[in-house]
């Protein structure tokens, strides 16, 4: 995720490898260079471009913004419900730690290896919504209880092992049944999240529908020249540019947003969420050694 203070205005121009221009710069180029060419051909064929209208490109404009407005308002949804059910994880676990930890008696050795398979669940949780191999915070918190897994999910085999340790205390008497509950209801929770965390990263927009704005916005951008050229001659190329930047950009935004747990500039900082998760358990733990929380590498917070 980018994290950066707001530019001023005379930054805005210069600011390039955060911004979405990388990633379009070839359509741009290829909108520029046929725009230019259109403007060659007119010079010389000026009856062919004569009845050339601005009209429907106006109305075809209107309708491509809309249908593009309506597509990143979708993506730009699945990204803050996404950011809605991990920090409501990060409350959960947190809640679970002070459960385990600070009710009066008990195991201390087993009360602390709880909140520990708790550090590794979120941990394994992050690793498994971005598609990566485990972190190795897992296997150093997981109690063992990740590599029952035999590569199924690994944050229900951490969530079963927590489950089974607070079940013990319940069947040896060391917590009540309405402790017992608390704890039950804190996993339940977390179950229910990291449900539809999934359910986010495994249903991605219609495909069918993106296809329609990619190809009418490639149609829209490479049509224009020949209804501008006509009126504003070798400034066409400057026009369509700006056109182009517009609606490739959106597009690609809509793309990045659209997947809110992958590694994109404008994805969730999944590590650093994580990293915030470990530092409250183990400050409840009252570590000697607690990591530092994660910062933006070149403005970028991963």
Same mark, same amino acid.
């Given at each position: 995720?980018?994290?950066?203070?707001?530019?001023?205005?005379?930054?805005?121009?210069?600011?390039?490898?955060?911004?979405?221009?990388?990633?379009?710069?070839?359509?741009i180029v290829s909108v520029l260079v046929f725009s230019v060419g259109v403007v060659w051909a007119e010079r010389r064929l000026p009856e062919v471009f004569r009845g050339w209208s601005?009209?429907?490109?106006?109305?075809?404009?209107?309708?491509?913004?809309?249908?593009?407005?309506?597509?990143?308002?979708?993506?730009?949804?699945?990204?803050?419900?996404?950011?809605?059910?991990?920090?409501?994880?990060?409350?959960?676990?947190r809640s679970f730690g002070r459960m385990a930890l600070l009710l009066p008696g008990g195991d201390r050795m087993r009360r602390e290896r709880v909140v520990r398979g708790a550090i590794?669940?979120?941990?394994?949780?992050?690793?498994?919504?971005?598609?990566?191999?485990?972190?190795?915070?897992?296997?150093?918190?997981?109690?063992?209880?990740?590599?029952?897994?035999?590569?199924?999910?690994?944050?229900?085999? =951490?969530? +079963? !092992?927590?489950?089974?340790?607070?079940? %013990? &205390?319940? *069947?040896?008497?060391?917590?009540? #049944?309405? =402790?017992? +509950? !608390?704890?039950?209801?804190?996993?339940? %929770? &977390?179950? *229910?999240?990291?449900?539809?965390? #999934?359910?986010?990263?495994?249903?991605?927009?219609?495909?069918?529908?993106?296809?329609?704005?990619?190809?009418?916005?490639?149609?829209?951008?490479?049509?224009?020249?020949?209804?501008?050229?006509?009126?504003?001659?070798?400034?066409?190329?400057v026009f369509c540019v700006v056109v182009a930047y517009a609606f490739f950009g959106l597009d690609v935004l809509g793309d990045e947003l659209e997947e809110p747990f992958g590694d994109?500039?404008?994805?969730?900082?999944?590590?650093?969420?994580?990293?915030?998760?470990?530092?409250?358990?183990?400050?409840?733990?009252?570590?000697?050694?607690?990591?530092?929380?994660?910062?933006?590498?070149?403005?970028?917070?991963?």
């Amino acid at each position: 995720m980018i994290v950066r203070p707001r530019p001023r205005v005379w930054e805005l121009l210069g600011i390039f490898r955060l911004s979405i221009v990388p990633r379009i710069a070839p359509q741009i180029v290829s909108v520029l260079v046929f725009s230019v060419g259109v403007v060659w051909a007119e010079r010389r064929l000026p009856e062919v471009f004569r009845g050339w209208s601005v009209a429907p490109f106006t109305l075809l404009g209107i309708a491509l913004s809309i249908f593009l407005g309506f597509r990143n308002n979708a993506c730009y949804d699945r990204w803050w419900e996404a950011r809605r059910q991990l920090g409501a994880l990060i409350g959960e676990l947190r809640s679970f730690g002070r459960m385990a930890l600070l009710l009066p008696g008990g195991d201390r050795m087993r009360r602390e290896r709880v909140v520990r398979g708790a550090i590794a669940y979120v941990y394994a949780l992050m690793s498994h919504l971005r598609g990566e191999g485990m972190a190795a915070e897992v296997a150093r918190y997981g109690n063992g209880w990740s590599e029952v897994a035999e590569g199924r999910s690994v944050p229900d085999a =951490v969530l +079963r !092992g927590l489950a089974g340790e607070y079940g %013990a &205390m319940l *069947a040896e008497g060391e917590i009540g #049944e309405q =402790v017992w +509950r !608390g704890f039950e209801e804190r996993v339940v %929770a &977390m179950t *229910a999240i990291q449900v539809a965390c #999934e359910r986010i990263r495994g249903t991605p927009t219609p495909f069918t529908y993106t296809l329609l704005l990619h190809r009418t916005a490639y149609a829209f951008c490479f049509l224009l020249p020949f209804s501008l050229v006509g009126t504003l001659g070798w400034a066409t190329p400057v026009f369509c540019v700006v056109v182009a930047y517009a609606f490739f950009g959106l597009d690609v935004l809509g793309d990045e947003l659209e997947e809110p747990f992958g590694d994109s500039l404008n994805a969730l900082p999944l590590w650093a969420m994580a990293r915030t998760v470990e530092i409250s358990l183990l400050e409840l733990l009252g570590a000697a050694e607690i990591p530092k929380a994660l910062v933006p590498v070149n403005c970028v917070l991963r």
